[in-house]
Nanobody, 124 residues
């Protein structure tokens, strides 16, 4: 069974919106944090947003706070990333990830599983 199945992404113009989704197994959804990382041209992969399903606790990278919203559908073991006010700098490959959780927070640096990745392109 593939741990994480992504969908969404695509190409939009500056200021546009896109939504990504990531479906996980029930085991992964309830045990690990889920969310997205991205790799933009010339940069290392970086965390974007994470959510811990059982509590709904959310963490965002400062670069996307206020523009991106992570949410979940617990019945579908699926998390979503709504991306609004997209900028050309947001262009890159977006990866769903299952990450380990510490005592209270999701760990940006401890990834258990990666999704296959989906391309997001924002044109100016």
């Amino acid at each position: 069974q593939v741990p994480l199945v992504e969908s969404g992404g695509g190409s939009v113009q500056n200021g546009g919106s896109l939504r990504l989704s990531c479906a996980a197994s029930e085991y992964v959804y309830n045990k690990y944090c889920l969310g997205w990382f991205r790799q933009t041209p010339g940069k290392e992969r970086e965390g974007v947003a994470l959510i811990y399903g059982p509590t709904g606790r959310i963490q965002y990278d400062v670069s996307v706070k206020g523009r991106f919203t992570i949410s979940q559908d617990t019945a579908k073991n699926t998390v979503y990333l709504q991306m609004n006010s997209l900028k050309p700098d947001d262009t890159g490959m977006y990866y769903c990830a299952a990450v380990f959780r510490g005592s209270a927070l999701c760990s940006w640096s401890s990834v258990r599983d990666w999704g296959q990745g989906t391309q997001v392109t924002v044109s100016s």
